[in-house]
């Protein structure tokens, strides 16, 4: 396995980061602990996850993702070898009010108080007493992060930069958190942060968790500049499209017990010249005897921007194959054959 800084902080991160949404919806408890048991031995020490999950979003499985980290780290006394990352919800998530997250109803804000509550439910939850990343879930904008390119303006009625980053600041010097990130954030968002950390001497953040993938590289546009240049890598997740690059939904199958069947919730990638940009990269990946899972996620994984990818299985043979694709090599001629793709194709998927 190889192993990345997390931004300035001096953490090493595995490439691969064990995402964990499905948690509690999808898979058991126990099936999750045996994929921690299984990740961890492959060497992957970065574990990702949410207050919010299971995904998708309801009151009755909210917080059970983090439960059964937590039952895990308490059964095994294994905390200190895990870097563990979760998130707190924000106004600008794509799912709704989600107000079943809060104590009294509220719609998710990152205002002190619920970075409070949020900050107390997750280790509580998670049964420990710290976070090694916690990353805003959403912008407090109220910004589309979701399916499209286009550009709607905002009411300016938002937290402050600065007022965020002072609520999570306390938790910093109490021990609680020890590294903070972004995720579905934009380039004014991140930068604002960094100018906000530097000008008062409070934390910065060390990741950008966007989605990434074969049909979607509109990180590259702007992200991926700040990344590079500021230390603020990509923690990319969807690297599969939610299943649609490995190829099993091509031509109208619908394999039973996949999300697309339990949830019908993906339609930003069925939109115009979606399914032709995927046809073409499993056809790719086909040509050249290599599984498309396993392409997809090696993609992500060579981009100089990308601090690790992460991967998210509802089964064991799921799991061996996402983390086995880290080990393919990637060559110069298969960078040229995705790039020609993607000049035909370009982000059908945003």
Known sequence: MQYSKLGRTGLDVSRVCLGTMTWGSQNTEAEAHEQMDYALGRGVNFWDTAEMYASPPRAETQGSTERYIGTWLKKTGKRHEIVLASKVAGRGGAFGGLDWIRKDKATPRQTKAQIDEAVEGSLKRLQTDYLDLYQLHWPDRPVRTFGGMTFKDYEQDYESFRSILEALDGHVKAGRIRHIGVSNEF?????????????????????????????????????????????????????????????????????????????????????????????????????????????????????AFVTSTIIGATSMEQLKTDIDAFYLDWSEELEKAVDAIHVKQPNPCP
């Not at 604002?192 to 409070?202: C, T, V, W």
């Not at 700040?226 to 109208?252: F, H």
């Open 187 to 303: 380039p004014w968002g991140v930068m604002k942060f960094l100018a906000e950390s530097e000008a008062h001497g409070l934390p910065r953040i060390a990741s950008i968790q966007n989605a990434y993938h074969l049909a979607n590289r509109v990180f590259e546009y702007g992200l991926a500049e700040i990344a590079m240049r500021e230390d603020v890598g990509l923690l990319a997740y969807s690297p599969l499209a939610q299943g649609w690059l490995t190829g099993k939904y091509l031509d109208g199958a619908l394999p039973e017990g996949s999300r697309k069947v339990l949830y019908n919730r993906m339609q930003r990638y069925e939109g115009p010249g979606a399914e032709e940009a995927f046809r073409a990269y499993i056809g790719l990946a086909r040509e050249r005897g290599i599984d498309p899972t396993q392409l997809a996620l090696k993609f992500c994984d060579t981009r």
